[in-house]
């Protein structure tokens, strides 16, 4: 067998280094709150849950890199308090060190409507939020449209389900909004309003590049 010379033996050495660091994305935390412990190096993502446990969703995001930041909900939340909550998380995190460019806000259904509810209170331009289902709900929704939504701020993505029979496009909020980068889509996969209570790599894929958008 011929002998590997030390120069082929350093680049075999440096391939299954590089492989094995570029490969794999390490997991993240999940955690009721903001930790004690901030790293301003990580990325955060504040998760409101909809109406179905969401602890499937926010492992899938952990496992994208995530810190994610989440608690079930009580029964019919109201979205400005969840939104104020969120907000307040956010402003943690960015005392703790963390630019705007690594935290997001997330919410599922009033989750959703609270993301829209936490652009206007922080109106921070580098700010990203996911919006999944969660506008025309209710008249929460359209009382917010109508006071608050010329405060928003920041990146937002609406994703919706055009099988989706309890909501709408965000347009009536978004068109208020002067200094928001907003966009929507609407999705045709059949999964209606509780596909976004599920693990599915359609709707998370989109997210992802979303929040991966320099």
């Not at 935390?29 to 849950?49: C, H, M, N, S």
Request: with cysteine; glycine share 10%; proline share 4%.
């Amino acid at each position: 067998m011929p002998k590997r010379g030390k120069t082929g033996g350093a680049l075999l050495l440096a391939l299954v280094a590089w492989l094995a660091t570029s490969s794999v994305v390490a997991a993240g935390q999940i955690t009721a709150d903001v930790p004690e412990k901030i790293d301003p190096q990580a990325r955060y993502l504040i998760f409101i849950q909809g109406p179905a446990p969401g602890d499937l969703v926010a492992g899938a995001f952990a496992n994208r890199g995530f810190e994610v930041v989440t608690e079930r909900r009580l029964p019919n939340p109201d979205p400005f308090d969840l939104g104020r909550k969120a907000s307040n998380q956010v402003r943690r995190l960015m005392a703790g060190g963390v630019g705007a460019q690594r935290i997001a806000v997330m919410g599922f259904d009033v989750g959703g409507t609270a993301s829209l509810v936490a652009s206007a209170l922080l109106r921070e331009a580098d700010l990203s939020f996911v919006v999944l289902a969660g506008c025309g709900l209710d008249d929460r929704y359209n009382r917010f449209a109508a006071s608050v939504a010329e405060q928003m701020a920041g990146r937002v993505l609406h994703l919706w389900e055009k099988t989706d029979t309890q909501a709408e496009s965000c347009q009536l909020a978004f068109s208020k909004a002067k200094a928001l980068d907003s966009d929507e889509k609407l999705l045709s996969n059949g999964g209606g309003h509780e596909m976004f209570g599920e693990v599915d790599a359609f709707w998370i894929d989109l997210v992802m590049t979303f929040l991966d958008r320099k």
